[in-house]
């Protein structure tokens, strides 16, 4: 498993673009300084990813004494090459998530669309909201909740956390009862969020629609979260 940099330390700038079977990949290059040394890697996200683990990244193929250096060298990379190393992390990415989608994902996913089920359409002024409408939009926003907190945990410790909650099992996508399951890790969760009680979240919420409508969106199009 590659060592993580603190994020405040990265520095990051965007190369071009590769195409790869049919889809663009936007590629940037990642820079930090480790024991008075410059390194970097180069970092490849799909144009038309939703989430941070639609991004893939070489290892640290860059060493010099300055940032500036690791620029030059990498503004000297041709398409041929860059083409070549985004085959190579997506390789790489490929063997150590498995042929399954990563387990953070999946989560990620499910409650995001069953948060969409629960809000429904969107009302056109609070005069329609009735009663059964807020509780619906309430039970909307606690599945939200449980998925920014998916969205903040690191992927190898969230599967590390839901193998603990099913008391040593790993996740099986593939087993007959994988919902049964997925509830047990979402109410898990769930149960152990700060969530404000129904009254209070109304109140709020009648307040301040739009920013919640703003955090929303992010939240589901995978946009940097507050």
């Known amino acids: 498993m590659q060592r993580r940099t603190p994020f405040e330390r990265l520095h990051r700038r965007s190369v071009g673009f590769v195409e790869r079977e049919g889809a663009t990949w936007a590629c940037f290059l990642v820079t930090f300084q480790e024991e008075g040394r410059w390194k970097g890697y180069l970092s490849f996200r799909r144009a038309d990813g939703e989430w941070e683990d639609d991004e893939v990244r070489t290892a640290d193929i860059f060493l010099e004494d300055s940032e500036k250096a690791i620029q ?54 609070a005069a329609g909201l009735s009663l059964p409408r807020l509780r619906s939009l309430y039970e909307s926003y606690r599945v939200d909740q449980v998925c920014h907190f998916i969205a903040l945990v690191d992927p190898p410790a969230f599967e590390e956390a839901v193998t603990r909650v099913l008391e040593g099992k790993p996740f099986d996508f593939h087993a007959r009862d994988r919902h049964q399951f997925a509830m047990m890790v979402v109410e898990y969760i769930e149960a152990r969020l700060p969530l404000p009680p129904f009254e209070v979240w109304a109140e709020d919420y009648l307040a301040h629609r739009d920013a919640y409508r703003s955090y929303t969106q992010a939240l589901h199009q995978g946009e940097r979260l507050p």
């Open 72 to 125: 030059g060298k990498a503004r000297e990379l041709g398409r041929p090459l860059l083409s070549g190393l985004l085959a190579s992390a997506l390789h790489t990415a490929e063997q150590r998530r498995g042929t399954e989608p990563g387990l953070r994902r999946w989560f990620r996913n499910q409650l995001a669309r069953r948060a969409r089920e629960l809000a429904g359409e969107e009302d056109d002024g």
